[in-house]
């Protein structure tokens, strides 16, 4: 039996544009990057984007109003490797954005990679130099040495350009190796870390952060 997407807790929409529940719901995961048809699927949605809510629609459905989306340029269609892939458009971004209600200010993306001596260095790319500061801080896990700069948007959001960008790197060593007990603590400290961190947090990197900042959002539109 399919879960109707009324039954669900979603995030917060201003109801201003044609879009459906299903549509948002696909370009909540859509808006910063692109996605194969697989990956957008119901059955493994949550799992695969890690959220508390999915569309509705079976694959036939999703193939439909996915390909409906194109024709009316909210999304489009690239291939790589053979595969092909499906990303949002400027005029599906503004549609989001008028339901979503993005605080861009705010916004913020990071990667990670392991150096040749072992080491974790995370970077953090954000649309104001606050935001990068208050990421550095708060959300490596262990004592890290920072820098940072400011460059010129390499495509950060694909259908969104952005007049810089804020970059740092933050370089530290992750304890790999534990056992059961040492494990099992970290775990516990890793929850509290990060219940300590969603106090202070500034910034959103995905539709569920955002939502702290929405309310926010909403006023100063109004004013």
């Known amino acids: 039996m399919k879960r109707s997407t009324s039954m669900q807790r979603l995030p917060y929409r201003t109801n201003t544009t044609w879009l459906t529940d299903a549509d948002l719901i696909l370009l909540d995961v859509l ?3 692109g996605a194969t048809f697989c990956c957008l699927r119901h059955e493994s ?12 629609l079976a694959d036939t459905e999703l193939r439909r109003r996915l390909e409906w989306l194109c024709e009316h340029c909210v999304l489009q269609t690239e291939c790589h490797e053979g595969r092909e892939f499906f990303h949002m458009r400027e005029t599906g971004g503004e ?21 040749s001596r072992g080491r974790t260095l995370m970077s953090v790319a954000a649309v104001s130099p606050q935001i990068r500061d208050d990421f ?3 959300w490596p896990p262990y004592p890290a040495r920072s820098r ?5 948007d390499h495509g950060l959001i694909g259908w969104r350009r952005f007049a810089q ?14 056992t059961p007990e040492e494990y099992a603590v970290c775990v516990e400290r890793g929850r509290d ?3 300590a961190i969603e106090c202070d947090r500034s910034w959103w990197r995905s539709v569920a952060e955002l939502q702290k900042f929405v309310r926010d959002q909403l006023d100063a539109h109004r004013r």
């Open 95 to 115: 549609l989001w954005s008028q339901e979503r209600c993005p605080s861009w200010d705010r916004y913020c993306t990071e990667r990670y990679k392991t150096t």
């Open 45 to 56: 949605f949550r799992r695969q984007w890690n959220v508390a809510y999915s569309h509705n």
């Open 31 to 33: 808006f910063d990057g």
């Open 136 to 138: 550095l801080r708060l």
């Open 165 to 178: 960008l804020h970059v740092g790197l933050a370089t530290y060593r992750d304890e790999r190796q534990w």
């Open 193 to 195: 870390r990060l219940a």
């Open 148 to 152: 940072t700069a400011t460059i010129r």
